[in-house]
Each structure stands twice: as C-alpha cells, then as structure tokens.
C-alpha cells in the first residue's frame, strides 16, 4: 500500500518510513501537496550471482561453429 507524506515528516521519521518500505510497502514524499519521490524496497535479485555458472556451455575461441555458416548468414551475424 501507498502512503503519502510531507517532506517535514519525512524528515522527522525517516526511520519509522525505512522500516515500512522494508516491509514491503511504499512510501510518495510529496512538497505542497504535489508528488516528489517515491521510496521503495532495493530491488536484489535473492539469487546469488553467478547462479547458472557451468550451466551454459562455453564455446572456445577457436571454434569452427561459425566457420560453417553460409557466407550470406554470416555476414548477417557480423553486422
């Protein structure tokens, strides 16, 4: 859910507004009324990096796979 509050209350309860958005809320900072900012959750990805390393094959410098292409398709590969 959506709160709204002033740019003072922002301020003056950071903290308390951190903890929301960690929860999963949202938080708009708006000046006179009118939207400003919008705080959210840091979007991290909860899969850790590297996560389909050995996964998909490598090919090694000297492959020949594209030595076997039509010139044609080759030259649509190298544009």
């Not at 209350?9 to 708006?30: C, F, M, Q, W």
């Not at 009118?34 to 705080?39: D, I, Q, S, W």
């Not at 410098?61 to 649509?76: G, I, K, N, Q």
Request: glycine letters at 8%.
């Amino acid at each position: 859910m959506t709160k709204s509050v002033n740019v003072h209350e922002a301020k003056t309860h950071l903290s308390r507004l951190l903890d929301e958005v960690e929860g999963g809320g949202e938080v708009v900072i708006a000046r006179a009324g009118h939207p400003v900012a919008r705080l959210v959750r840091e979007g991290r990805s909860e899969r850790p990096e590297g996560w389909l390393a050995g996964v998909w094959p490598t090919l090694p410098p000297d492959s020949a796979l594209f030595d076997a292409l039509p010139d044609d398709e080759l030259d649509v590969w190298e544009r």
